[in-house]
């Protein structure tokens, strides 16, 4: 089965840092955008960050840019997501997904439905 599979999700306090990542399962990574969503309960799956296929482009949500950082490592088939200075608002599950217009430079995070080969899932809690 092609998907992606993310992990790395933890319960921490407020102000901590976690990474997450996301590795293929079937495919390799290296032909498309990733972008990293979450959805806390309640909520829409929101996007959060993208990063083009050779990892030169990424882009952020207004509400991480700045403490989240996102990278690529096309050799290991992975995308990582750095989180620092965690916030109780940063609580949800991420996922990564693949999107299917993917660019070697730019990227944007464009709405879920642009996006497949979604995992299940990795539980980020921030609490104190």
């Known amino acids: 089965q092609l998907q992606l599979v993310e992990s790395g999700g933890a319960l921490v306090q407020p102000g901590a840092s976690l990474r997450l990542s996301c590795s293929a399962s079937?495919?390799?990574?290296?032909?498309?955008?990733i972008g990293w969503f979450r959805q806390a309960p309640g909520n829409e799956r929101e996007g959060v960050s993208c990063?083009?296929?050779?990892?030169?482009?990424?882009n952020y949500a207004d509400s991480v840019k700045g403490r989240f950082t996102i990278s690529r490592d096309n050799a290991k088939n992975t995308v990582y997501l750095q989180m620092n200075s965690l916030k109780a608002e940063d609580t949800a599950v991420y996922y990564c997904?693949?999107?299917?217009?993917?660019?070697?430079?730019?990227?944007?995070?464009?709405?879920?439905?642009?996006?497949?080969?979604w995992g299940q899932g990795t539980q980020v809690t921030v609490s104190s």
């Open positions: 079937g495919f390799t990574l290296d032909y498309y955008t």
């Open positions: 997904a693949a999107d299917w217009k993917s660019y070697p430079n730019i990227c944007t995070v464009r709405p879920k439905e642009h996006y497949g080969f």
């Open positions: 990063v083009s296929t050779n990892g030169s482009g990424t």
